[in-house]
């Protein structure tokens, strides 16, 4: 069966600026057209999506949007909606779209409604015979390919596994899609930072730095410097912007009673139950575990550690280097080295 | 306020396990996964402790935990879990693994909650992970709730407070470490949960032992299901090559290793 590719975009907290990852998807989706001989169509959710349509000029593709105010909320109700319709409107095989939040809450819903499959997750596609898609499984312990016969396919695609897009700005006539709303029952409010001080997680820093447990433990003088090790922490992610990531064990600590760095949140953990972020490099801390846990750094892919054990199962033939060293005095140096920012 | 709480929650091979894929006749599975000690899915149980919490403010609410699994391990599980928060098992006997089909996974909760006696549908909070630790897919959840008809769903939250009026507020995660607050003006609701903010129950043997009077019916009468595939196929199934060439640097001094990182951090 000739393939048709679709893909579904949507906007930033702006209401006119296609999300990064939205034109990484589109790098996908152009690249499997390519690949397949198949049209390619993309889909626009936004309050004016004809603003938004002008990152695709001078691009050969269909382009389909729904506007209205109603799109600038990211709601289940509306924007599956939005995205039912879309599909319709192109009639594609197959539907690339980034897994963001926004489209991660409702992508399983469409293509039930569509009667198609979904695979969430995706971390590559390749078009032989079939379009075939990788993606992990139990917690990026386990990598598969898989494909299917089921059409429309909904993929979602994670973020940082495609260059996004870069066009020529400009105007470009679109077509706008009407859609049906049912009762509208939620409403957005605004969005909310956790109860701390500062942003800790930046999804697009060049690093991440991961504390592990080790610096709310008792240190060589017999005594927890958590006091300590929060500003030692703090002042790095000042002087470099890194994202910051916690072991579970750390984050658990606030619940345990123990001493905690009091910025940290369930938002922070990474690992098993936690998140699995994409930077290009990594620094971990006082981390130890074993494989459940050290796939919090999975996909960072030039990795370094400061560890007291160099036989520990975070770092060794997980790391490229480990330090064998106590964290506190070399943070300490690397903040001095970094400058007033630190 | 009366709440009709359903929970779906699988289970999973105990996150320390050592895994390794094998090819099955069905696909791939896991080495042993028979042998493997399963726990309940850890956003499934994030939600089920949230659940709780919720009865215990509406004392007329109920809830109704609803697993998909092999027998065998559901009982194992649910030795541990019944001693935590009072609940009414529905128990789906399937051979499932992180490999199985969410389509056809949903399917088979949809049914077995659309067949729930005595559940009001007009009181229905969904509840469940927003992904699971097997699968991680995030997506049975949602249709399930496409197929029981309820368009107010909510993934990644992490808190929800019911107001008077019998709407609720909700926390959902999106990107750069936000929540995304919204309000929904009532029952019913899908909520697909991150981790919440409770720490889990203690355990409870008199609440164990009234739920094992419950739950041990619930698992004899468990109903068996073979999912489908929905023309998935998998090509391979594999570990990945995890082993880096780790040079590991001893007896250099905190300055040293300072300069080395700076250096690193700057380079492109």
Redesign the interface.
């Given at each position: 069966m000739p393939e048709s590719i679709l893909v579904l975009t949507h906007v930033d907290e702006t209401g006119a600026i296609l999300t990064k990852a939205s034109l990484e998807a589109f790098t996908a989706a152009r690249e499997l057209a390519a690949s397949l001989s198949a049209p390619l169509a993309v889909g626009i959710v936004a309050p004016d999506a004809t603003l938004a349509a002008r990152a695709f000029a001078g691009v050969n593709a269909r382009i389909l949007g729904v506007s209205g105010e109603a799109f600038a909320q990211?709601?289940?109700?509306s924007d599956?909606a939005a995205c039912e319709a879309l599909c319709k409107a192109a009639n594609a095989t197959v539907i690339v779209a980034p897994q963001?939040?926004?489209l991660?809450?409702?992508?399983?819903?469409v293509?039930?409604?569509l009667g198609g499959?979904?695979?969430?997750?995706i971390n590559s596609i390749h078009a032989k015979t079939n379009i075939?898609v990788s993606r992990?499984?139990?917690?990026q312990?386990?990598?598969?390919?898989?494909?299917?016969?089921?059409r429309p396919w909904l993929l979602l695609l994670d973020s940082g596994t495609y260059p996004a897009f870069v066009g020529a700005e400009d105007e470009i006539a679109i077509e706008q899609i009407k859609v049906e709303l049912?009762v509208i029952?939620?409403?957005?409010?605004?969005?909310?930072?956790?109860a701390q001080n500062e942003?800790?997680?930046?999804?697009d820093a060049k690093?991440l730095f991961v504390t592990g447990a080790g610096w709310t433990k008792k240190q060589p003088d017999g005594q927890v410097h958590a006091a300590e090790a929060g500003d030692l922490i703090l002042a790095f992610l000042h002087a470099?912007g890194a994202s910051l990531g916690s072991s579970k064990s750390l984050v658990d600590q606030g619940?345990d009673g123990q001493p905690v760095l009091p910025f940290l949140?369930?938002?922070?953990?990474v690992g098993?139950?936690g998140s699995t972020p994409r930077h290009p490099?990594g620094?971990a801390t006082c981390c130890h575990g074993?494989?459940?846990h050290v796939v919090g750094w999975?996909f960072i892919a030039?990795?370094?550690a400061?560890s007291l054990d160099?036989n520990c199962g975070w770092?060794?033939?997980?790391?490229?280097?480990?330090?064998?060293?106590?964290a506190f005095?070399?943070?300490?140096?690397?903040n001095?080295?970094?400058g007033p920012k630190a | 306020m009366s709440l009709h709480i359903v929970v779906c929650a699988g289970i999973?091979?105990d996150?320390?396990q050592?895994?390794e894929?094998v090819t099955g006749l069905k696909g791939?599975a896991?080495k042993n996964e028979m042998m493997l000690p399963a726990v309940l899915d850890?956003?499934s149980a994030s939600a089920l402790y949230e659940a709780a919490d919720l009865v215990s403010k509406n004392p007329a609410s109920k809830i109704w935990l609803v697993s998909l699994g092999p027998k065998a391990k559901l009982q194992q599980v649910m030795m541990t879990i019944a001693q935590k928060l009072s609940f009414e098992l529905v128990a789906i006997d399937s051979p499932t693994t992180?490999?199985a089909d969410?389509?056809a996974t949903?399917a088979a909760l949809a049914e077995a909650i659309a067949t729930i006696p005595g559940l009001d549908r007009s009181k229905l909070l969904l509840f469940g992970g927003w992904e699971s630790?097997?699968?991680?897919?995030?997506?049975?959840l949602?249709?399930v709730?496409?197929?029981l008809c309820i368009?107010?769903?909510?993934?990644?939250v992490?808190q929800i407070e019911m107001r008077e009026d019998g709407s609720f507020?909700v926390?959902?995660?999106?990107?750069?470490?936000?929540?995304?607050?919204?309000?929904?003006?009532?029952t019913p609701a899908v909520l697909g949960w991150?981790?919440g903010?409770l720490?889990e129950p203690r355990n409870n043997p008199q609440i164990g032992m009234a739920n094992m009077r419950t739950v041990m019916p619930a698992l004899q009468k468990a109903k068996p299901v073979e999912l489908g595939e929905?023309?998935?196929?998998?090509?391979?199934?594999?570990?990945?090559s995890?082993?880096?060439?780790?040079?590991?640097?001893?007896?250099?001094a905190?300055?040293a290793?300072?300069?080395e990182?700076?250096e690193?951090?700057g380079a492109e």
């Open positions: 990211a709601r289940y109700v599956a963001s939040s926004r991660a809450r409702v992508a399983a819903g293509a039930h409604r499959s979904v695979d969430t997750h075939e992990w499984f139990y917690r312990r386990i990598e598969a390919v898989l494909t299917r016969a089921a049912p029952r939620t409403t957005v409010t605004g969005t909310r930072a956790p942003q800790t997680i930046r999804p690093m470099t619940g949140t369930h938002m922070n953990q098993q139950t490099k620094l074993e494989e459940p999975r030039d990795r370094r400061i160099p770092a060794r033939g997980k790391a490229d280097v480990v330090y064998v060293a106590d005095k070399v943070m300490a140096k690397v001095e080295l970094l | 999973v091979p996150p320390l050592t895994l894929p791939p896991l850890p956003w992180g490999f969410a389509h949903a630790a097997s699968r991680g897919a995030g997506v049975t949602q249709i709730g496409e197929r368009s107010d769903q909510f993934m990644g992490d507020e926390l959902e995660r999106v990107e750069g470490g936000k929540h995304q607050a919204s309000v929904c003006t009532g991150a981790t903010n720490p929905s023309g998935l196929l998998y090509l391979s199934a594999s570990l990945p995890q082993q880096r060439q780790t040079r590991v640097v001893k007896d250099m905190p300055e290793i300072a300069q990182l700076v690193w951090m």
